[in-house]
């Protein structure tokens, strides 16, 4: 499939300018992740998305990655549907260049160097904040993409109760119960859940051009690779008075997911698989220390671990921080000062040389605006305990147009350590790491042209981020093993556009992506990122009933680094309907890949065919 969207980029760009009248912007959402600080949407200069509870609801059986790649700027790759090894490519990056966050702790595999998003269910989510472009300056290493925030659960006002039961095709079923409310000094919230399905086989083959050990075995295979997560989570809080409070938030998911190993480390041929554990736990205290001055201490711990089932395999990831965070309300604009702790450390049962690194960090922060200028910087010094000390900046700069439309520019930078897996994995398979690979590190320039007003928004984003020493994995001839290869200049442009609004009863968004991410000394592409994305959605509420449906773009991308394994572009439409039966009970429906298109997001991996999935919610409101 081939996408054509030169006009429609332009078409976009011309819309923001006819739209620029002076108008008041409407609604007092804030966001978090873009500064560190509650900010509303409208100040700010930086590329963010927000999905809150009633957008994740319509998502129905589709798993967070699904949701997320459907948003601006984000592709993914799958390798067989839902707990399969997937991965996210935020503006071209890496998928170990997103750091995830859970109520603020950090999470992810210190192996890999990315966060298991396959595990984790979307029960949980309340809010989804996405920050696209470079956020070392603000997160240090590994945000060289960006930041994905979760927000679980928090407990206010009378006792609330909620349930959920839901079933679909591929026998897949979901089912959550949870308690929510506050009393006095104390707010709390909890809520299990557990997600099963018999999905696909993982692995469809043949593989014509790989002559290595795991090719498609179709005698062992072409079974059904199913996947399931329990979770449990919840918060706790305590307010001693208006301005202190103590909260202790956790979320735990223990997941077992089948895959196929055409007869590899498998017992007579039966599916390997593993049994995934993903923790976050966090102490948190906020103090108002004086008018204008917040501090937020926090102490917390994350686990990823995974250990195979029917092998010896594990990979346990334990992630130990610290936050001491001071925001101090300014005569012109708000400052942020902040200390940081990071200790990681593995136990595996493959010899990492090095099984543990800390890192100290100091970040700065100044935000604000003066009359219709608007203004951002952050300083961050990294001390790493294995690669020295680094230090990352990001500089904003926005003016307001009108009211309702501002433009912006940014310069920002970026890295990221290797990982272990980078540096020292080993396999029997001859698969291995580089000890002598160097940091990755990025230069992003920006301009953007914003307008908002009365629910309409429209974005035009033009990036253009040099990565050196990018990190990609790729299989050697004539073995064909698997290694790191590092580029030197790797160059990752584009455009983001976006709009959303209301054309009479219908409410409409749409996205268009036009990516070039190179490796500019080869000339190739980077694996798995297509040029053109495209995403349309429409819905309409009629009394008690809501519908609406989706329509979702890729072109054309490349398995290989060399660009000789074509993975062609696909379409998809999905469809949602919900129905409010009465104040506390709504029906919800969904239909993803309505037409049955056959398509790949990694070599050799099967995606879903057309699925439908139903289910009843219980919510007093």
Known sequence: MTIRLSAAALAVLSAVSAFAVAAETQGEALIVTATRQPSRAQDLLASVDTLDREQIERAGQSSLLELLARQPGIQMSDNGGPGKTSGLYMRGTNANHTILFIDGVRVG????????????????????????????????AD???????????????????????????????DVLGGISGATGPWSYALRLSQYETEGVSARKGPYPTRKFWHDYDPALDADKDGFRATSLGGNLGYSFNKDHSLA?????????????GGGFNSVGGADVGNDAVVESLALESRNRLAAGWLSTLRVARSKDESEGFRNTNHFNSEQNQVLWQHDVDLPLGRAMLAYEYLDQ??????????????????????????????????????????????????????????????????????????????LYYVDSGGNH???????????????????????????????????????????????????????????????????????????????????????????????????????????RQVGALSLGG?????????????????????????????????????????????FDRDYELARGYNTWGASVFVGLRYLPR
Not at 391 to 399: E, Q
Not at 492 to 520: F, T, V
Request: proline residues 4%; neutral net charge; without cysteine.
């Open 345 to 422: 450390k593995v136990d595996s049962s493959t010899t990492y040389t090095v099984q543990a690194r800390h890192i100290n960090a100091w970040m700065a922060g100044w935000s604000g605006s003066l009359g219709n200028h608007l203004f951002q910087a952050n300083l961050r010094q990294d001390e790493n305990s294995q690669f020295g000390d680094k230090l990352t900046y990001l500089l904003s700069y926005g003016y307001r147009i009108t009211p309702a439309l501002r433009a912006g520019v940014s310069l920002g930078t970026s890295f990221k350590a290797p990982t272990l897996n980078d």
């Open 109 to 140: 595999s210190v192996t890999a160097g990315q966060a298991a998003l396959e595990s984790l269910p979307l029960s949980h989510i309340e809010r989804i904040e996405i920050l696209r472009g470079p956020a070392s300056a603000l997160y240090g």
């Open 248 to 260: 202790l938030n956790f979320l735990r998911i223990d997941a077992r997911n089948w895959y196929d």
């Open 143 to 173: 945000a060289v993409g960006g930041v994905i925030q979760i927000f679980t659960k928090r407990g206010e006002g009378p006792l609330q109760l909620e349930a959920f039961a839901g079933a679909g095709s591929k026998a897949t079923r």
């Open 550 to 594: 989706e329509w979702q773009l890729a072109g054309k991308r490349y398995a290989d680094v060399a660009n000789t394994d074509p993975l062609p572009g696909y379409g998809l439409v999905n469809l949602f309907g919900h129905y409010q039966l009465n104040r506390d009970w709504r029906i919800e429906a969904r239909a993803n890949n309505v």
């Open 433 to 539: 790491g580089d000890p002598n690979l160097k940091p990755e590190e990025g230069r992003n320039r920006e301009i953007s042209l914003r307008y908002e007003v009365a629910g309409t928004r429209l974005s035009a984003v033009y990036f253009d981020n040099r990565v050196d020493n990018l990190i990609q994995w790729g299989a050697l001839a004539p073995d064909y093993v698997y290694v790191p290869l590092q580029t030197d200049n790797a160059r990752l442009k584009g455009w983001e556009l976006g709009y959303a609004g209301a054309l009479g009863e219908y409410e409409l968004s749409a996205s268009i992506d036009l990516l070039n991410a190179r490796n500019e000394d080869t000339g190739k592409d980077l694996i798995r990122r297509a040029r053109q994305a495209a995403r349309f959605g429409i819905s």
